[in-house]
């Protein structure tokens, strides 16, 4: 068997497990959950996923990297030159369309902190607090120049957090009460679209 071909059979492995430990982590919490279930749900022998990951914890470490990665890429970026308007629907998009499309990374995401962040204290401490602040300057700047309203930034980033991570971390209780199984196509445009357009006239934004 060639290197190329052992190296796409050890990551389609690892994507099989980390899909699995998802599921696992999610349904019982780090603490209830095991790696035969997770061997399992992949499908694999439990040695198999052992050969991969040593333990449980370090399968959780990974799914929370991988989590963490698209977290950064779906967090959207707020950039000056973009303006009020074009930042805030940049950052509505990419939160919304993560939470449509990753439902589960956003889940055990909330779930970590939650429960404390104990796996990503450092990553709040560091990177989450540091980005915050980056952020919260640029809008402050635009307040300062009278484009937006005069509001607290943090508490408006933490509001948007909120309300697009909601249509993933509460999918169940939304479906419930919409009497539907799934969501549709459209759904993630009309909450873009709805997010977009309340937070814009919140913030008196029409440039």
Sequence with gaps: MTDK??????????????????DEFITH?????TVQSIADIAGLPKANVLYYFKNKENIYHAVLEQTLDMWDQGIGDIIYEDGPKRAIEKFVTSKVRMSFDHPKSSKIYAMEIIQG?????????????????????????WIN??????????SLIFLIWSSTQHYADFETQILTIMNRADYEEEDAEHVIQFLTDFILRGLAIDE
């Design 145 to 154: 120049e009278g484009r937006m309203a005069n509001v607290d930034p943090v």
């Design 5 to 22: 071909k052992q190296g796409k059979i050890r990551v389609k492995s690892q994507e099989k497990i980390l899909d699995a430990a998802l």
């Design 117 to 141: 962040a104990q796996h990503l204290k450092e990553f709040a401490r560091t990177y989450l607090r540091q980005w915050v602040r980056e952020k919260a300057k640029v809008f402050q700047q």
């Design 29 to 33: 919490g780090y603490k209830g959950a």
